[in-house]
T-cell receptor
Framework: AQSVTQPDIHITVSEGASLELRCNYSYGATPYLFWYVQSPGQGLQLLLKYFSGDTLVQGIKGFEAEFKRSQSSFNLRKPSVHWSDAAEYFCAVVPSSNTGKLIFGQGTTLQVKP | DTAVSQTPKYLVTQMGNDKSIKCEQNLGHDTMYWYKQDSKKFLKIMFSYNNKELIINETVPNRFSPKSPDKAHLNLHINSLELGDSAVYFC?????????????FGSGTRLTVV
């Protein structure tokens, strides 16, 4: 079945440590790919997106993501996590044959230890 | 100015009541969406309108009825509210359908049915 999977439901990292959040998708063609962040009680903020071109995408707040076609993955990374990064992170895709329906993964909760 | 604004932010109501959530965007976008975030934080699309025309209608109970008086507004009316309708409802907009324009989300409406 077509889907977006975030294998890690909950991740805890120490402040200053590096971070990688995983995202895999199962669609035939390369979809449009997004990462969103949701702080507690807040809406969704776009971190970055990939449509085509360079497979390493830079986003806001020091985040980057790498698209790997062979692995159907779009993992989010940050070299040094700050306490304010604690939030819910969502990977999302728009399948290329779609009417613009944005399909979300289950989300990963990031906890940052001091 | 808030790009995508939803009202109210919080809504507490009794089972069986009818309620509406309003959404307005000032971005000049043609397409608007309603998403539901359940208690496990899973986000699922409910409806999408492009220039006042319904283009996505997911498997949603008939008690939910979207209305788009113009392309800047997309309201959600819910009849005969049930406990299971308790969730956070997000409105979003994009420049057009197709997914390659990105999406802007409102801050959400937390609906609690008691």
């Amino acid at each position: 079945a077509q889907s977006v999977t975030q294998p890690d439901i909950h991740i805890t990292v120490s402040e200053g440590a590096s971070l990688e959040l995983r995202c895999n998708y199962s669609y035939g063609a390369t979809p449009y790919l997004f990462w969103y962040v949701q702080s507690p009680g807040q809406g969704l903020q776009l971190l970055l997106k990939y449509f085509s071109g360079d497979t390493l995408v830079q986003g806001i707040k020091g985040f980057e993501a790498e698209f790997k076609r062979s692995q159907s993955s779009f993992n989010l990374r940050k070299p040094s996590v700050h306490w304010s990064d604690a939030a819910e992170y969502f990977c999302a895709v728009v399948p290329s044959s779609n009417t613009g329906k944005l399909i979300f993964g289950q989300g990963t909760t990031l906890q940052v230890k001091p | 100015d808030t790009a995508v604004s939803q009202t109210p932010k919080y809504l507490v109501t009794q089972m069986g009541n009818d309620k509406s959530i309003k959404c307005e965007q000032n971005l000049g976008h043609d397409t608007m969406y309603w998403y539901k975030q359940d208690s496990k934080k899973f986000l699922k699309i409910m409806f999408s309108y492009n220039n006042k025309e319904l283009i996505i209608n997911e498997t949603v109970p008939n008690r939910f009825s979207p209305k788009s008086p113009d392309k800047a507004h997309l309201n959600l009316h819910i009849n005969s509210l049930e406990l299971g309708d308790s969730a956070v409802y997000f409105c979003a907009s994009s420049q057009a359908t197709g997914g390659n324009y990105g999406y802007t989300f409102g801050s959400g409406t937390r609906l609690t049915v008691v």
